[in-house]
């Protein structure tokens, strides 16, 4: 009878594989390997098994066919007290080594696509351009690019809310479009620098100290998130609460007050400021969903703002 252990209690090999409807090869590999215990040997020193090595044997197989790793199978099968514990915690760490190769496989076929839809004279340069990703891509150089324009000795904390801010996630299931858009940011911030180009800091960020700077990109952060609101309305730049923020932010850094004169020499220093425009449209590109109203980005929330400031200048 299947299940059915022989009188003396102990399976052969073969009757435990029988039982199991598993190979002879399958379960020596496992009990060469540790997963499978035999309990005794017979005077003819084949290999005999408990009763309980059917039960084990099953549960060996069934993790493994969820794609399990030995070492896992081994540390859940031999956890008995534990083993909820121990089984929880591996599918979870599986589910999460499935979800990134499955990422890496959506990006990979955008990928593909997207040098398969393209016009012929552009195949090169598309393949150049996603050939230099990973899959999943990684944010590294992102970050990299971002950490070297920041001011020094920016806080930690303060430098890591504005990493999340300007490094966009790349998403799981991205269309070609997307594909390209991050491959060209990649490019862009992986460029050499020219040598003797002026910074990209700008003149007003460069110049604060390390307290300063929290205080600085904090308040940014916030006005950029009070512009974001009429951005997405639609609105045209205009004065308020936004540009008040924004202003007060540039202001309290610096030790001045917020005056008419010292509004009309911080529209015209963040004209002078270095661009990066480039950066953030592709980041919309990388970040919108086909169809829809592109989201606002830090530097387009910035510009917004500038924009307001110019306009209750000129209104002025």
């Known amino acids: 009878m ?26 020596r590999f496992y009990s060469d390997n540790g997963l499978l215990p035999e309990r005794a040997r017979s005077t003819g020193g084949h290999r005999r098994y408990g009763s309980d090595a059917l ?19 081994r540390r859940i099968v031999d956890e ?13 760490g599986q589910l999460r080594t499935l979800g990134s190769r499955l990422s890496a496989l959506r990006w990979q076929e955008a990928a593909l696509r997207l040098v398969q839809e393209c016009p012929p004279q552009e195949r090169a340069d598309r393949l150049r351009l996603v ?41 799981d299931s991205p269309s070609p479009a997307q594909v390209l858009a991050f491959a060209r940011l990649c490019a862009l911030v992986s460029r050499p620098c020219t040598p003797g180009a002026a910074p990209t800091q700008p003149a007003a960020h460069s110049t604060v100290g390390a307290r300063e700077s929290a205080v600085l990109y904090a308040g940014l952060a916030e006005s950029y998130d009070l512009a974001a609101k009429p951005m997405r309305a639609g609105g045209a730049p205009a004065p308020g609460e936004a540009l008040d923020c924004f202003v007060t932010t540039y202001a309290s850094v610096t030790g ?21 425009d480039r950066y953030w449209d592709l980041v919309a590109e990388l970040t919108t969903p086909d169809g829809a109203r592109p989201e ?10 500038l924009a307001a400031l110019d306009t209750e200048l000129a209104d002025a």
């Open 55 to 73: 039960e084990r044997l099953r549960m060996i197989r069934s993790l493994r066919g969820l794609g399990l790793p030995v070492p896992e199978v």
């Open 2 to 27: 299947p299940g059915t252990a022989p009188s003396d209690g102990l399976w052969s090999i073969g009757e435990l594989a029988e039982q199991a409807g598993a190979t002879v090869k399958t379960v």
């Open 256 to 276: 001045s007050r917020d005056t008419p004169a010292f509004r009309r020499g911080l529209a015209r220093q963040l004209a002078a400021d270095p661009r990066l």
């Open 80 to 92: 008995r007290a534990g083993a909820d514990g121990a089984l929880e915690d591996a599918v979870a």
């Open 131 to 171: 050939g230099a990703l990973d899959t999943p891509p990684s944010t590294a150089p992102l970050a990299r690019f971002w950490r070297a324009w920041l001011p020094p000795r920016m806080p930690v904390a303060s430098r890591t809310a504005f990493l999340e801010a300007t490094v966009p996630a790349p998403p």
């Open 296 to 305: 606002p980005t830090p530097g387009t929330a910035h510009d917004w703002l």
